[in-house]
């Protein structure tokens, strides 16, 4: 009996031993010391393992696994640290489980689902929408530690499929990623990959897998100007060839297709009331010509509607009634533009609408899907020319839409499907700021300047937000980026002279007591008085990424000195001309009487360059930055 009893004891402690290995094993399974130097190099954050499999069961109904354990390195990889996972009407998140752990890959704390927080996920600007998020905000200050969380997803309904991105951001290294995407044998889809990513496929019971992974991904250093990791990255892409979403059917097989579903979404929905019909024709009764009919709706649209965001189900993708919209006076991107289209038809004008990726890159010509467009607009073509229509601003003027729509490719929606179209480039030369200053100077040492500078087009755009500030904030605004020392702004004023063109014109009188500087009895201007190329950009050996500035543009200034009494010229720099295939520079320098004109011209292309040619654009800006440091010196008359 007691050898029994002495077995069973030897048995049970080895068990206990057992599992206590298990448990130390995987605790220093998320060892920072585990991890390859090559991988710590450069990176804030290390993703020790990412899987995630997507079954798809049907066109409307799948699951969605995910589980990830990332270890934070340092305070820039803290925002990775937080798990957040979206869902709606149309899907469900369940089985959520967290835990942490230290340097040593010990575990510090289990999160239950109930530690999990729920709200809603609606946006700021949007009134109709059902997306809700569960997220958990780990908090720790203890670096390096590491987070693993896993859930799983299950859609009664979609309109694609997610993607693959294992490094999303700099400084992210990768230990080892994988997805695994499930689709019936009787289902067919498509996707995009990067070039020389693996596909493994097999077939399991009555399914194709499809599985893609990758591993020992060092970490980048952030590149300035960089056109993204996509070249230099694995990812996949997915889509749907055919869905159900909303107790809607969808064919997508490629853009025509794309764009016949749409139509039909839409076709219906340029319905307007008697009154409104009654209103269009009342605005346009004494018109003589399209284009001035359009441009009076457009400014009406803009006068009496306001921009709301719509997620809610296929209102996701169908516009909201033109009838609806008159009633309310709002709506989202594809609401407004619809109704603008609707506007148009009562006037008898033919419109579409467009599909577009705003901010993103063109519609991908040779692959249809609905995740590379986030907007839509309008287009009114014409005989001699084609009117865009960017349907939710209220200031922007008719045929323009803005540098993060144009010059990209989109889909027209058309009776007979969807036709992929070009929008409109805007050139260096009309993305301009024209600037006239005078600066009259004392022999004090103070300066009175008044200033007014013309912004167009992409330039016209991002300056236009101070015209809508509050005075306060507009001060305060100017303050910070006028570069001229102890200055005190007189007066100032914002102005769109034109509404039917995309110029902001700016005025601002201000004086400066500190313009100049002394030295042995003299006086040193520099001449380029606000717009000096700043020297921020470093040379990078072996670069990885291709660079671009966001938009070609011209800058042209002219300054005009007025010297004080009892001064004369004493010197002026030479006239400098600089070019170079990213950009040219010039500047004249004109002394006449008591006068000297400063004369600078700067222009920038926004051509996709190379990494190699980084390091000559470096030296390029650094010949820009020496020439804006130019000075011209005064001296007394004797």
Not at 197 to 216: E, G, H, N, P, R
Request: glycine share 6%; hydrophobic share 35%; aromatic share 12%.
């Amino acid at each position: 009996m007691k050898l029994m009893l002495s077995c069973r004891k030897s048995i049970f402690l080895g068990l206990s031993f057992l599992g206590f290995f298990n448990v130390v094993k995987a605790q220093g399974t998320y060892d920072v010391a585990k991890i390859p130097a090559a991988l710590l190099a450069n990176a804030s954050v290390v993703v020790r393992l990412e899987d995630q499999v997507y079954d798809l069961k049907n066109a409307g109904a799948a699951t969605y696994e995910y589980k990830t354990a990332v270890t934070i390195i340092n305070k820039n990889g803290e925002s990775a640290s937080n798990m957040s996972e979206y869902y709606d009407n149309f899907s469900s998140i369940s089985n959520l489980k967290a835990t942490m752990f230290d340097a040593k890959g010990t575990k510090i704390k289990d999160y239950k689902s109930s530690d999990f927080k729920d709200r809603s996920a609606i946006s700021g600007y949007s009134l109709y929408e059902s997306s809700r998020v569960k997220y958990l905000e780990f908090l720790q200050s203890n670096y390096p530690y590491t987070i693993e969380y896993s859930y799983t997803v299950t859609y009664n309904g979609m309109t694609s499929y997610p993607s693959w991105r294992p490094v999303s951001r700099w400084g992210y290294a990768v230990e080892q990623s994988s997805y695994t995407f499930r689709i019936p044998q009787s289902m067919n889809f498509k996707y995009l990959k990067s070039q020389g990513l693996k596909t493994d496929s097999t077939f399991v019971k009555d399914k194709i897998q499809y599985k893609w992974s990758c591993s020992a991904i060092p970490a980048m250093e952030y590149e300035p100007l960089s056109t993204g990791l996509r070249n230099l990255t694995p990812w996949v892409s997915l889509a749907p060839n055919e869905f159900e979403y909303d107790h809607t059917k969808g064919n997508i097989t490629d853009w025509k297709n794309l764009g016949a579903w749409m139509y039909g979404l839409s076709s219906d929905r340029q319905v307007l009331s008697e009154p409104a019909r009654a209103k269009v024709q009342q605005l346009i009764k004494d018109v003589k010509t399209d284009q001035e009919k359009i441009r009076i709706l457009y400014q009406y649209l803009q006068q009496n509607t306001r921009y709301v965001s719509v997620q809610l189900g296929i209102g996701g993708l169908r516009p909201i009634a033109a009838d609806k919209v008159s009633a309310v006076n709002y709506g989202d991107c594809k609401g407004l533009s619809n109704y603008m289209k609707a506007m148009l038809q009562e006037a008898g004008i033919k419109s579409n609408l467009v599909v577009i990726g705003n901010d993103m890159p063109s519609l991908n010509a040779a692959y249809a899907s609905l995740d590379q467009a986030n907007h839509m607009i309008l287009c009114v073509p014409g005989v001699r020319d084609t009117t865009w229509l960017e349907c939710t601003s209220n200031y922007k003027p008719a045929g323009f839409i803005g540098n993060s729509n144009a010059d990209r490719l989109v889909l027209l929606i058309t009776e007979e499907g969807g036709k992929l179209v070009k929008t409109p480039v805007y050139s260096p030369l009309s993305n301009y700021q024209k600037r006239h200053a005078t600066v009259d100077l004392d022999d004090s040492g103070n300066a009175s300047i008044q200033l007014q500078t013309n912004y167009g087009n992409a330039q016209y755009e991002d300056n236009m937000g101070i015209m809508l500030m509050e005075p306060v904030e507009q001060h305060k605004r100017l303050m910070h980026s006028l570069d001229i020392p102890n200055v005190n702004i007189s007066s100032y004023t914002y102005t769109q002279p034109d509404k039917n063109l995309p110029v902001l014109e700016e005025k601002i009188s201000l004086k400066s007591s500190q313009l100049m500087s002394n030295g042995g009895g003299k006086l040193f201007i520099t001449l380029n008085l606000l717009n000096r190329q700043e020297n921020t950009l470093s040379t990078i050996e072996n670069r990885k990424t291709a660079f671009a500035v966001n938009y070609g543009y011209v800058d042209e200034d002219e300054i005009t000195y007025h010297i004080p009494k009892g001064y004369k010229v004493e010197f002026v720099p030479k006239d400098l001309n600089i070019e170079s295939e990213f950009g040219k520079y010039s500047c004249q320098i004109r002394v006449k009487d008591n006068t000297i004109v400063y004369r600078r011209t700067k222009s920038m292309t926004n051509k996709k360059y190379p990494a190699e040619k980084y390091n000559e654009y470096v030296a390029f800006n650094k010949k820009l930055y020496q020439a804006d440091k130019l000075k011209t010196i005064l001296a007394k008359v004797e």
